[in-house]
T-cell receptor
Framework: KAGVTQTPRYLIKTRGQQVTLSCSPI?????VSWYQQTPGQGLQFLFE???????NKGNFPGRFSGRQFSNSRSEMNVSTLELGDSALYLC??????????FGEGSRLTVL | GENVEQHPSTLSVQEGDSAVIKCTYS??????FPWYKQELGKRPQLIID?????GEKKDQRIAVTLNKTAKHFSLHITETQPEDSAVYFC???????????????FGKGTHLIIQP
């Protein structure tokens, strides 16, 4: 069974631009969640989608948004990028309660 | 919302010794406590989890203990080996039947270093 796939793996943007990251969950997983990982801050929860509906949202500004499609694939978008948005963005999918399967992440650098 | 504190941020132990990582949580409704291991450059992976109806769970060299009254839980690794070197994250969640991330809040991580 294929794991969680995230694209792109690496990207460089400049301040003010926007970015869209994609996540394909494990087949059959209906829950997709997104996390921002930065040194010293651990894994900060962005949002979770289940059956195309946002079920939970973390404490991030409205510049961070996401969506989930009918095939469970998910995208997250960050508009008006700031230097502080530089991070590894991890997507995770889940079938059962609590066990998250993470992708390898998309590393975003904002210059 | 839930707040998870994790200590220490860095832990260095001699190979063969034991390592203990501690976490506290704030939301008394939390009832699911997983631990994830992230090796350098790799994705986090679940290594063990515990639910609030049990006080301890073991899996070979790793164990997790939970004290609901004090709202803290700990990861214990015995007979540490070089491959145990990684960042470990604890998390807490008021799990419903919905599954998935379901409000999972992570600690900031502990960098475990196994000295040869």
């Amino acid at each position: 069974k294929a794991g969680v796939t995230q694209t792109p793996r690496y990207l460089i943007k400049t301040r003010g631009q926007q970015v869209t990251l994609s996540c394909s969950p494990i087949s059959g997983h209906r829950s997709v969640s997104w996390y921002q990982q930065t040194p010293g801050q651990g894994l900060q929860f962005l949002f979770e989608y289940f059956s195309e509906t946002q079920r939970n949202k973390g404490n991030f500004p409205g510049r961070f948004s996401g969506r989930q499609f009918s095939n469970s694939r998910s995208e997250m978008n960050v508009s008006t990028l700031e230097l502080g948005d530089s991070a590894l963005y991890l997507c995770a999918s889940s079938l059962q309660r609590g066990e998250l399967f993470f992708g390898e992440g998309s590393r975003l650098t904002v210059l | 919302g839930e707040n998870v504190e994790q200590h220490p941020s860095t832990l260095s132990v001699q190979e063969g010794d034991s390592a203990v990582i501690k976490c506290t949580y704030s939301d008394s409704a939390s009832n699911y406590f997983p631990w994830y291991k992230q090796e350098l450059g790799k994705r986090p992976q679940l290594i063990i989890d515990i639910r609030s109806n049990v006080g301890e769970k073991k899996d070979q060299r790793i164990a997790v203990t939970l004290n609901k009254t004090a709202k803290h839980f700990s990861l214990h690794i015995t007979e540490t080996q070089p491959e145990d070197s990684a960042v470990y994250f604890c998390a807490a969640s008021p799990q419903s039947s919905g599954g998935g991330a379901d409000g999972l809040t992570f600690g900031k991580g502990t960098h475990l270093i196994i000295q040869p």
